[in-house]
């Protein structure tokens, strides 16, 4: 490592130790255990952060994780975007461009894996995520990720954010994933549980007309697959499924989380918030909810680093995407906020922090 990398990491480590440890914005007076009451909110962890867009510039990888590591997060998992935009098109967001193409590409996990290697050591721990399946053309699957394993071998830790039903994309020439293809993703699917890799899926639950109109698909991932690691994607919810009887909802997850152990949840994307946590009566509906499986859920932003993108942007993401953690009780706090499920999930031998002595509530 040279003299100036040397430098520079031992700020960066030394800037992101004044951050952790400062009583006002994180830990309190140490590192070896939190304060609750003298501390944010939001969480240690983000769980589902694009380091790479759609489409158009992209972020700087160093200052995307600097905006993470000044924000109070430890550990992250970068998903690239699995699909992307056409090279020769001025659109950045494919909402903003209905009928041009999203295709699945690799490109984005290839440039995401170079700049970590070029960026490291990192002051937060990163893990990659392989986000380019096609899960409509499974036979591609295994090749994928044998070229990532060839060009990076052991740096991917996790795949995802790979598509099942999203509506946010039909218009994009995205369509469902045929249930009967789900069988043939046997291959890849051994591949994963034998290396205990995640499976973070977009899977939507239904849409506003029909709240559970695609649960079917979800539920033959699980019957098929239940002993592989699969975390269900922003607990099913969309723009297009933004209302939802709470007990049809909960009744859902807790039916999937009993039947199938190796299911984690996550609670990215600010439509989360907005659609179910948005009203005291509905937070009233899901806290004992998340209270009970509270080792099953992940946290995480869902934030996409598009060029323009400022820490602000961020940390407005990280607080409303956590702004439920506030009503967490203790265990809950720990296990989501904290960081306990994701360690454990990834198997991370890492110290975890647990609250302070005192801090009941």
């Given amino acids: ?37 003298s501390r944010s909110h939001t969480p240690l962890v983000d769980a589902h952060v694009h380091f790479r867009p759609f489409g158009g510039p992209t972020l700087d990888f160093e200052r995307m994780a600097a905006y993470l590591s000044r924000s109070g997060v430890r550990y ?11 090279l020769d098109s001025d659109c950045v967001y494919y909402l903003d461009c209905p009928g041009v193409p999203v295709t699945p590409t690799l490109k984005n996990d290839f440039i995401n894996a170079i700049e970590f290697v070029k960026t490291g050591p990192h002051p937060l721990h990163l893990t990659l995520s392989m986000t380019f399946p096609d899960l409509a053309e499974p036979d591609t699957v295994l090749e994928g990720m044998r070229v990532l394993d060839r060009e990076f071998p052991g740096l991917f830790g996790w795949m995802g954010e790979v598509n099942l039903v999203k509506q946010a994309l039909f218009d994009s020439h995205h369509a469902p994933v045929p249930i009967k293809r789900i069988a ?131 940390v407005d993401e990280l607080r409303a995407t956590s702004g439920i953690f506030r009503d967490l009780d203790d265990e809950a706090f720990t296990n989501i906020a904290l960081g306990h499920n994701y360690l454990r999930l990834l198997g991370l031998d890492h110290q975890r922090l647990e609250l302070c002595a005192g801090n009941d509530r």
């Fill in 1 to 37: 490592m040279s003299c100036k990398r040397i430098i520079l990491f031992s700020l960066a480590m030394l800037l992101a130790g004044c951050a952790l440890q400062s009583g006002s914005e994180r830990l309190g007076a140490g590192t070896s255990c939190v304060d609750r009451q």
């Fill in 184 to 314: 043939d993703w046997a291959p890849f699917m051994a591949v994963l549980r034998e290396r205990g890799m995640p499976m973070a899926i977009h899977a939507d639950l239904g849409n506003n007309l029909d709240p559970t109109k695609y649960q079917a698909w979800m539920e033959e991932v699980l019957k098929r697959y239940p002993d592989n690691k699969i975390v269900w994607m922003h607990l099913g919810l969309s723009r297009e499924l933004t209302r939802i009887d709470p007990q049809v909802h909960i009744g859902v997850m807790r039916e999937w989380l009993d039947a199938y152990p190796n299911l984690m949840m996550d609670l990215s994307w600010r439509v989360v918030d907005e659609s179910i946590f948005n009203t005291t009566e509905k937070r009233d509906r899901y806290l004992p909810f998340l209270h009970e499986y509270s080792d099953r859920f992940l946290p995480g932003t869902d934030f996409v680093a598009v060029g323009s993108s400022t820490r602000a942007h961020y």
């Fill in 76 to 86: 992250a998992t970068i998903f690239g975007i699995g699909q992307m935009l056409p």
